[in-house]
């Protein structure tokens, strides 16, 4: 095959492989209710203590990586050299994640997954026509429709949850979620362009976990289990919904836009609404099928974007600054 047309061919498969990438964060994400129902089983633990526990058994995990794989130093130089940005994704990451549990306690499941899943892909469509300086295409406009609609259809009909004691506080609490989680995704885009997924992942999830649990210790509550199911449990939370999900969000970030990114992460609902069916008894209705085939339409539609880089990482915008790589 002529080397061009290998190269044409490889331009286009990379960022299909990272939207892959992310399609399979957000899958392991949806298995992290089915998780959490297991541990609340098994162990009398808050759902904040049990986001402190994946989110420091992540940071564990990933730093065990860096070491194993001699890339620890590349964190260090990593916050030294970005310690703005880097320690801003990791506490936003933290504080979805523990936005989105408050949510749930006030509002429920249903309503608070809508809510700040919904937010991210529009949000972050509208910040990409402020860019741009002009409106979405049609192509762009039905990719966000067919998301939140696929949401709405999935989570709705899916009897994930009844509306909580707080709806005001919860739906609020949700809009901060899904605000956190975009502008998380949308200041760690460039920094996964220019920094290797392990060492930014690192990074970020050890901040979030410094941020996490003082939060814990201070809801009260019992803070540990000698459940063996719950621990088992917790480290596949940690090792598997979180650092290998987030590393992959970040590798795949490398040739993706944070905007199609956040559709693609709308795998997580899908899944977690089959997960639901499989294994709690929780019956998928037609309504909640055609919704799982909107989100796989708005996510294929992604694939259809002009994406910010053709292989590989991006140039550095700051040349003459010193590039992070493991």
Known sequence: ??????????????????????????????????????????????ATTISAYRTTIAAIVLVVACVLTRQLAAVRRL???????????GLATAAYQAL???????????????????VAPLALTIRDAVQRRRGPDLVEALTVFA??????????????????????????????????????????????????????????????????????????????TSDPVALLTLLYLGALTFALAYALLYAGLRTTSSSAAVVATLCEPVTAAVAAAAFLGERLTALGVLGIVL????????ARERHPVGAGPVADPDPGRPRVAG
């Not at 290998?6 to 089915?34: D, E, F, K, N, Y």
């Not at 989100?295 to 992604?302: C, F, Q, S």
Request: aromatic share 4%.
């Open 1 to 46: 095959m002529p080397t061009s047309l290998r190269s044409g061919r490889s331009s286009r498969l990379v960022p299909h492989a990272g939207l892959l990438q992310i399609c399979v964060a957000g899958v392991l994400w949806g298995t992290g209710g089915l998780a959490v129902q297991v541990i609340r089983d098994h162990a009398d633990l808050s």
């Open 79 to 89: 916050l030294a050299a970005r310690p703005g940005p880097t320690v801003f994704v």
């Open 100 to 118: 989105y549990f408050a949510s749930v306690v006030w509002v429920g499941v249903t309503v608070s997954t809508v809510v700040s899943l919904g």
């Open 147 to 224: 998301a939140l609609a696929g949401l709405v259809l999935v989570t709705g009909t899916a009897g994930l949850g009844e509306t909580g004691p707080h709806p005001v506080l919860g739906v609020l609490a949700a809009l901060a979620s899904g605000s956190a989680y975009a502008i998380a995704t949308a200041v760690g885009e460039p920094l996964a362009r220019s920094t290797a997924p392990l060492v930014l992942t690192t990074a970020a999830t050890s901040v979030g976990a410094c941020g996490l649990v003082p939060v814990a210790l201070l809801t009260g509550g019992p803070l540990t």
């Open 295 to 302: 989100v796989v339409a708005a996510i294929a539609g992604t």
